[in-house]
């Protein structure tokens, strides 16, 4: 069994999406073991407490980012999921980890992000790729690595940029096909067909 903590700072979207892709028999062999928010008001954690996971928030108010990190690897643990076993999955996630945190989970800590990297890393990926007016945008979910948004990437969907289409509507766009996407990779995972071969990650029949 896979044991499977998500970080989460916001509204818990796919979050939810991984939870009924478990609960749905689409991925098997995986649980998610714990939720943990830095936010105490996040709806992710209500996300998490109707589909009976575990949710812990962890408030970081106050903490360096050495000491937070700390914090959060204690809890991962505490509920099985271990470095070198588990995955640990962040999911809107809003803070930036250490290099500690990240190398204890290496190749085992997955991001999604809305847009198709290595174009537009950071906040407000969909109206980074607006502004610039590409025609097409996306999402990619990829391993975590200290820098952000740069890791090796596990998958990604191109979605189209339409005519009009604001901050809002592409973003929506790009959320519904990131609820597929970030399933795809969990359970490609917990098949173990995902091999990371220096910056390529290679997908295995
Ligand atoms: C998503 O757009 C994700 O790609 C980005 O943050 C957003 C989180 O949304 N990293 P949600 O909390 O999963 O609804």
Known sequence: MLEIGVLVSGRGSNLEAVLKSIEKGMVRNARVAVV??????????????RHGAKAVALDDAGDSRETYGAKLAQVLMK???EPGRGLVLLAGFMKILPESFVGLYEGRMMNIHPALLPAFPGLRAQKQALDHGVKVAGCTVHFVVPEVDAG????QKAVPVQDGDDEESLSARILRQEHRLYPLAVKLFAEGRIRIDGRVVRRQA
């Open 36 to 49: 943990i928010s830095n936010d105490p008001n996040a709806r992710a954690l209500r996300v998490a407490r």
């Open 79 to 81: 509920n099985g999921v």
């Open 152 to 155: 090796p990437i596990i998958l």
